[in-house]
């Protein structure tokens, strides 16, 4: 299993930024996308950001267009989501996900592989 390690979370003040990262250390083949999810008290994980490794095309949740950018190294294997103008609704465990075959870029179930996750606390 292709590990996936997650850094850059914390506790910040409503407006603050964050700088996510995701390391895809071990991988040998080229995967379809990679993507952030995050996932609230008692509530279902959802997308937040896609981007592929071929082209670069990028996909956002609607309430972080603007705010968020996801981007990527092919050569480091990494994915960063740079988080700006934080909001105490963004309050979530983030997940970096690795999504091998080509399909829906939303759906969590098309994910592969997944870290283990890192806290963003924004407080009002």
């Known amino acids: 299993q292709v590990p996936l390690v997650e850094s850059g979370g914390g506790l910040v003040q409503a407006g603050d930024s964050l700088r996510l990262s995701c390391a895809a250390s071990g991988r040998t083949f080229g995967s379809y996308a990679m993507a952030w999810f995050r996932q609230a008290p008692g509530k279902e994980r959802e997308f937040v950001a896609a981007?592929?490794?071929?082209?670069?095309?990028?996909y956002y949740l609607d309430s972080v267009k603007g705010r968020f950018t996801i981007s990527r190294d092919n050569a480091k294997n990494t994915v960063d989501l740079q988080m700006n103008s934080l909001k105490p609704e963004d309050t979530a465990v983030y997940y970096c996900?690795?999504?091998?075959?080509?399909?829906?870029?939303?759906?969590?179930?098309?994910?592969?592989?997944w870290g283990q996750g890192t806290q963003v606390t924004v407080s009002s």
């Open positions: 981007i592929k490794w071929n082209g670069g095309s990028t």
């Open positions: 996900a690795d999504k091998i075959w080509s399909g829906s870029i939303y759906g969590k179930d098309e994910y592969q592989y």
